[in-house]
């Protein structure tokens, strides 16, 4: 008999690296681990930001073989330092899926993107199934930015190899049902495809009164109210309404704007700041995975945002471990998402549809951003409504978006193609008669 499943997956970055995808990654290869499958990663050394990681090239953690390739290591930083970094390590992994060890399955994640399409190529020429975990989707993303034309002859090639990789998987997993809806007009099987929401876990990320929290006085923010925006400053964001409203608030002491991370935004975020001489911004690196447990409690409110073009491209990760610290969130994107649809349902924060909100204003408006202010000051003025909607949002999360269910649930779509296998007991040797 065989032994059991061996599953290999396939994404940049892993433990212990900061990025969203490894993270979220690490646990669910872990989870796995414990449920009997033989798991694989093969992930790069280089950072999410930008360099490489000082950690061992192969490893065993917590039951996960790990397999960290060196590719280059620019990061985030530019265009051009990530496509070549996307480069080489689509190179190892094309070598590792033609030249290495069949797997029971292989799964790609779309960090860097169009993963997919090295595992049509790997099905067509040795019989490899695999899956995806759809994090974002591409081209999609590109064209909605800006950086490819709809319609050019690049983006056409694009979208047609990875809709290839995506019809060819034998497994698709969403992030929610306008994701979802884009997979489906696509082309892929409805019934290939299983919604999983990203996830925080309950024991890492607690809501932690700020007065018992070690980085209030660490950042001097004892006497603040604490709006947070945490994480990437990517493309798929929109600043200008938040920028707005810091500039609307600057006059009030008692808010205090925390950026914390990086993205290819954070320097307008702070050329804004400092043309209009803001007094109420500060903007910071990433904390380290075990640091969120006191950096996301430390906010009273915390900011997400979406562009309209990318609903149903990108579901930002972010809003779940708001949810875990217990705090409410202002979504600044379009009402009809995922996120807004999940602030809405569990009545945790705030939704401002910019669009919305221009359509009725007066021409040279910011009521975008009036709103956003006008909810801080608010808040800031009675901080048991704040706190009711996080706690609103905590019950939320442990019912629906916390790590143990959400990775139960993505093994169980793992199931429906590749159902975990036991090794075969050895036999027992039977004693034999003794001869007189």
Not at 429 to 436: E, F, G, S
Request: hydrophobic letters at 45%; proline letters at 6%.
């Amino acid at each position: 008999m065989r032994g059991v499943t061996s599953l290999l997956f396939v994404n940049q970055h892993y433990y212990p690296d900061v990025a969203s995808t490894g993270q979220h990654l690490t646990d669910l290869a872990e989870h796995l681990a414990r449920e009997g499958y033989a798991v694989e990663v093969l992930a790069s050394r280089g950072r999410y930001v930008a360099g490489r990681m000082n950690v061992p090239a192969r490893e065993l953690r917590n039951g996960v073989r790990i397999r960290r390739v060196r590719t280059t290591a620019f990061g985030r930083r530019s265009h051009l330092g990530r496509i070549i970094d996307y480069l080489s390590f689509y190179l190892h992994v094309l070598a590792a899926l033609l030249f290495g060890p069949r797997r029971d399955g292989v799964i790609f994640l779309t960090t860097p993107p169009l993963l997919c399409v090295l595992g049509s190529i790997a099905r067509l020429l040795r019989g490899q199934v695999y899956g995806i975990w759809s994090m974002d989707l591409h081209p999609d993303a590109e064209i909605a930015s800006g950086m490819l034309r709809a319609g050019s002859p690049l983006a056409r090639l694009l979208e047609w190899a990875n809709a290839t990789g995506y019809r060819r998987a034998s497994l698709v997993v969403d992030l929610g049902p306008y994701m979802k809806q884009r997979l489906v007009a696509n082309g892929v099987a409805a019934e290939r495809t299983h919604t999983v929401n990203v996830w925080s876990a309950k024991e890492e990320i607690l809501p932690t009164p700020r007065d018992e929290n070690p980085l209030i006085d660490a950042l001097g923010l004892r006497e603040k109210f604490v709006v947070m925006y945490s994480g990437n400053a990517g493309l798929v964001h929109d600043f200008r309404d938040i920028c707005q409203a810091m500039r609307l608030l600057d006059g009030d002491p008692r808010i205090q704007f925390l950026f914390v991370g990086d993205g290819p935004r954070r320097a307008e975020i702070e050329q804004f700041a400092g043309t209009h001489g803001l007094r109420n911004f500060a903007y910071r690196g990433y904390f380290e995975r075990d640091q969120l447990r006191w950096s996301l409690p430390l906010a009273d409110v915390h900011l997400i945002s979406l562009r309209a073009p990318f609903v149903g491209i990108s579901v930002p990760g972010k809003l779940y471990g708001i949810m875990a610290a217990a705090r409410p969130a202002v979504f600044v994107g379009p009402e009809r998402c995922e996120s807004a649809e999940t602030i809405l349902r569990a009545g945790c924060g705030a939704v401002v549809d910019p669009e919305q909100l221009s359509a009725s204003a007066a021409p040279g408006g910011h009521p975008a951003a009036e709103r956003i202010a006008a909810l801080l000051r608010c808040w800031a003025d009675q901080p048991a409504v704040a706190q009711a909607l996080g706690a609103r949002g905590r019950r939320a999360f442990l019912a629906e978006y916390e790590r143990e269910g959400n990775c139960r649930a993505f093994g169980n779509a793992i199931a429906t193609v590749w159902p975990a296998r036991q090794p075969a007991a050895a036999p027992v040797a039977r004693p034999t008669a003794a001869v007189a």
